[in-house]
C-alpha cells in the first residue's frame, strides 16, 4: 500500500513568488492534515480536512496560504507571495476516520521549502 | 490549550544501554498520546500511541512508552539501544474534541547513539 506522498521534496523560490505543494494522502483516508516545522521548532498544525470540507483551519497563519482538497483526494496547499518566514519542513497527513480520533496520522516525507 | 514538551534537545546513550526520551504534556481532558520518529530525510513514521488501557503501550522496532497520568508523562524508552535507532523523536498528544483532530507537537529531541 502506497503511503503519503508529497511532491515536490524540495523547493527554493524567491520572496514574492507563488509555490503550491501537493499531497496525496493513503487511500481511503478522509482526514487530511498540514503541518509545518519551522526550523528547530516544533511541528505546528496548519489545517485539517475530511474529505473535501475544511474542518479546522485555525492554523493558517494568514491568507497568503490556501489549501484546497477538490473531490476529497489529493490536497494543494498555496503559498502566495512567499515571505523569508514561510521557509520550512510542510508536513502532510492522512488518517482514517475511527472512533473519537483514535487513528494515528501517516506522514509523508515533507517539503521543505526555502524562500530567499 | 494543550501542549507538549520534550525537556532535552539532544539523548546520547552508548549501544546496548538503556534509553529514554522524555514528554510530558499539559490538556484539559483525557488526552491521547503518540510517539513518531524521524529519520534522516525522511518523513514522520508513527511508533506508537497511547489511547487508553494499559499505561505500558509497546510499538515499533522494540520501543515502548509509560503513560502516567499523575506526572502527565509519556516517556519513550527501549531496553537496549542500537545505532540505527538514531534519530529525531517527536511526541505529540490530541484531544478529540468532537470537530478536529490535530496534533500538538513538542519540539523533538535528537537521539544519538554511539558504539
Known amino acids: 500500500e502506497a503511503g503519503v506522498t508529497q511532491f515536490p521534496s524540495h523547493s527554493v523560490i524567491e520572496k514574492g513568488q507563488t509555490v503550491t505543494l501537493r499531497c496525496d494522502p493513503i487511500s481511503g483516508h478522509d482526514n487530511l492534515y498540514w503541518y509545518r516545522r519551522v526550523m528547530g521548532k516544533e511541528i505546528k498544525f496548519l489545517l485539517h480536512f475530511v474529505k473535501e470540507s475544511k474542518q479546522d483551519e485555525s492554523g493558517m497563519p494568514n491568507n497568503r496560504f490556501l489549501a484546497e482538497r477538490t473531490g476529497g483526494t489529493y490536497s494543494t496547499l498555496k503559498v502566495q507571495p512567499a515571505e523569508l518566514e514561510d521557509s520550512g519542513v510542510y508536513f502532510c497527513a492522512s488518517s482514517q476516520v475511527l472512533q473519537r480520533g483514535r487513528a494515528e496520522a501517516f506522514f509523508g516525507q515533507g517539503t521543505r521549502l526555502t524562500v530567499v | ?115
Open chain 2, 1 to 115: 490549550a494543550q501542549s507538549v514538551a520534550q525537556p532535552e534537545d539532544q539523548v546520547k546513550v552508548a549501544e546496548g544501554n538503556p534509553l529514554t526520551v522524555k514528554c510530558t504534556y499539559s490538556v484539559s481532558g483525557n488526552p491521547y498520546l503518540f510517539w513518531y520518529v524521524q529519520y534522516p530525510n525522511r518523513g514522520l513514521q508513527f511508533l506508537l500511541k497511547y489511547i487508553t488501557g494499559d499505561n505500558l503501550v509497546k510499538g515499533s522496532y522494540g520501543f515502548e512508552a509509560e503513560f502516567n497520568k499523575s506526572q502527565t508523562s509519556f516517556h519513550l524508552k527501549k531496553p537496549s539501544a542500537l545505532v540505527s535507532d538514531s534519530a529525531l523523536y517527536f511526541c505529540a498528544v490530541r484531544v478529540f474534541t468532537g470537530g478536529g483532530n490535530k496534533l500538538t507537537f513538542g519540539t523533538g529531541t535528537q537521539l544519538k547513539v554511539e558504539l
